[in-house]
């Protein structure tokens, strides 16, 4: 047992644990910086760069080789090195300092759009075909998805007071969503190039930024979200490099009109990556299915939010978190949030035995899950999990 967070690498139902073997990483970039795999997160190693991400990833696969003897042989060794993810406490994987989130799916910005005005009028101005929209978050209360996390349904108990909201609000629901961990930084005032910003992105979770949608809906005009999404955001455990991703890159979207120059990139840089959400209610006796989403939808690649994001100079640092916003399909199974699910509370969501939602109720459990599957293999990202409780109340 240690009591301290440790990075690790998951080996099947194992976790590989770094520090342990930190010595065993000796090539030209680790060599000299063996003291990261002694800190309880990625920050430091992610702001190493692709350089030393390569690096680490082969020398993981050689040591790890039924042919390389160094780990395989030395049986103490690998008694301290290897643990069962089964008893194994996770931890966040960063400490995330900014957070950015984008709204970068067409299909989720049209049907809100229809939604909340009309059909006609579904996409603003800005929105969907020039530039990649988003606004800033707050980066206060994460906690890890996969370990029974728990948090209040709403910010408050004074949601009747206000006149926009009609007593307690009835609109609690997950979006469905994934976000990227930012590698190196740039000075403030140099914007990254896109053709440089590939360097910059080190991998991608899961997230789950929970709404109070009717606190929101009444709040966000004319600034945006503010105590409707502040009071909780869910990541997965684990961090898939975008290196093992790469092999699941598919053609970006057709973007018509072509995007600004500064946005225009020819690498494929948009991932097929299986997205589904289930939900568990009190008393239900197991998960339900509620929707399936691919990562490969979204109008928007991670190449252009980041570009998008120092354009003008703002300084992003090693574990800054830029989300891609809700990830929904062209089909009603694929929508990627209760608001669209149930489109805006009018169609009931089936879940069996006679159990409905248009929202969340407390008691709830939603997780998200995301793999990509390979020939013959699998990568999975964890759980992204959490569970809707009664609010704080209020002095």
């Known amino acids: 047992s240690q009591p ?3 990075i690790g690498v998951a080996i099947g139902d194992q ?3 770094l520090s342990v073997i930190k010595h065993l990483f000796t090539g030209p970039v680790l060599s000299k910086h ?3 795999f ?3 997160t990625l920050n430091s190693f992610m702001g190493l760069g692709q350089a030393a991400w390569k690096e680490a990833r082969a020398s993981l696969q050689s040591l790890l080789s039924a042919s390389q003897a160094r780990l395989r042989d030395d049986m103490e060794l690998r008694k301290r090195a290897f643990a069962s993810q089964a008893s194994a406490a996770m931890h966040l994987p960063a400490t995330v300092g900014d957070y950015t989130d984008f709204y970068s799916s067409r299909q989720h910005a049209t049907n809100v759009g229809i939604m909340f005005r009309d059909k006609d009028n579904a996409l603003m101005p800005n929105w969907f075909l020039h530039l990649p929209v988003g606004y800033y978050g707050r980066a206060f209360f994460w906690v890890l998805g996969g370990t029974a996390d728990r948090f209040p349904g709403w910010p408050c108990d004074r949601c009747d007071e206000w006149p926009g909201v009609a007593g307690q609000p009835d609109s609690n629901q997950f979006p ?3 976000a990227f961990f930012v590698g190196p930084g740039n000075k403030f ?3 990254i190039p896109i053709s440089k910003a590939h360097e910059h992105i080190f991998g991608m979770v899961l997230m789950n930024d929970w709404s109070a949608r009717d606190i929101q809906k009444w709040e966000y005009v004319p600034l945006g979200p503010f105590l409707g999404k502040s009071f909780g955001t869910t990541i997965s455990p684990w961090v898939v490099p975008m290196d093992a991703l790469m092999p699941f890159a598919v053609p970006n979207p057709v973007q018509d009109p072509r995007p600004l120059p500064y946005l225009c990139h020819d690498q494929p840089y948009t ?3 299986n997205l589904s959400v289930t939900l568990k209610g009190e008393g239900m006796s197991r998960a339900v299915t509620i929707c399936r989403s691919n990562f490969k939808h979204m109008y928007w690649t991670m190449l252009q939010q980041l570009t998008h994001h120092s354009v003008n100079g703002c300084n992003l640092r090693p574990g800054d978190l830029l989300a891609s916003g809700t990830v929904s399909g062209p089909e009603p199974e694929s929508f990627g949030c209760m608001l669209e699910l149930s489109w805006k509370g009018t169609k009931a969501i089936e879940l069996g035995n006679g159990q409905t ?5 407390d008691g709830d459990e939603v997780v998200i899950t995301g793999y990509c599957q390979g020939n013959g293999y699998r990568i999975g990202f964890g759980q992204c999990a959490g569970k809707v409780l009664p609010p704080f109340m209020s002095a």
């Open 4 to 6: 301290r967070p440790r």
């Open 15 to 17: 976790i590989l644990d």
């Open 34 to 36: 063996q003291d990261v």
């Open 38 to 40: 002694d800190e309880p």
């Open 176 to 178: 469905s969503w994934q």
């Open 189 to 191: 005032g140099e914007p």
């Open 271 to 273: 991932f097929n990556i």
């Open 357 to 361: 939602r248009k929202f969340l109720l």
